[in-house]
């Protein structure tokens, strides 16, 4: 019979080749969890892929169609603009017209109105016409300072 001696040197050897088995066998179930857990991850990302890419392509399309109209809505607004400068032109254009006659009628009347009252106050003709003359000249430029304070923004 042969009797084998184990000593404390074998003992160790034993506990440490046990320890080692324990430790692959938990390594392995780790890394098989990990493979899983990858794995749906994976299919997670490509399920996600394939229902994402269409609303990303959808979404292209759409960002295309608004630029698109907002070109439209820039073309109209400077259409807009212009209408408007050239509804402002027309509208100075007949203000300015209107003015002089408006201003030379307005002073024609001031200076009527004070050449007349002139005339019945003193009796002399000159300075009637004199009066009527200062009272026309005033009217007139008080008009003109009134529309210049009216176009001043």
Do not use: C, Y
């Given at each position: ?64 169609r608004v630029n698109a109209q907002l070109d439209k ?17 027309a509208v100075r254009a007949v203000s300015n017209a ?56």
């Amino acid at each position: 019979m042969v009797v084998a001696a184990f000593t404390w040197s074998d003992a160790a050897d034993l506990a440490l080749a046990i320890f080692l088995i324990v430790v692959g066998l938990a390594l392995g179930f780790a890394f098989v969890r990990l493979g899983l857990a990858l794995s749906r991850v994976s299919t997670f990302l490509r399920r996600t892929e394939s229902e994402l890419m269409p609303v990303l392509g959808k979404l292209g399309g759409t960002v295309d169609r608004v630029n698109a109209q907002l070109d439209k809505v820039d073309t109209i607004t400077d259409s807009a603009v212009d209408a408007v400068v050239s509804v402002d032109r027309a509208v100075r254009a007949v203000s300015n017209a209107v003015t002089v006659p408006v201003q030379k009628l307005s002073g024609l009347v001031a200076g009527g109105s004070h050449g007349v009252s002139t005339l019945r106050a003193t009796r002399d003709w000159r300075s009637a016409v004199q009066a009527a003359k200062e009272a026309a000249a005033r009217r007139e430029q008080d008009l003109a300072e009134e529309l210049r304070r009216e176009e001043e923004p």
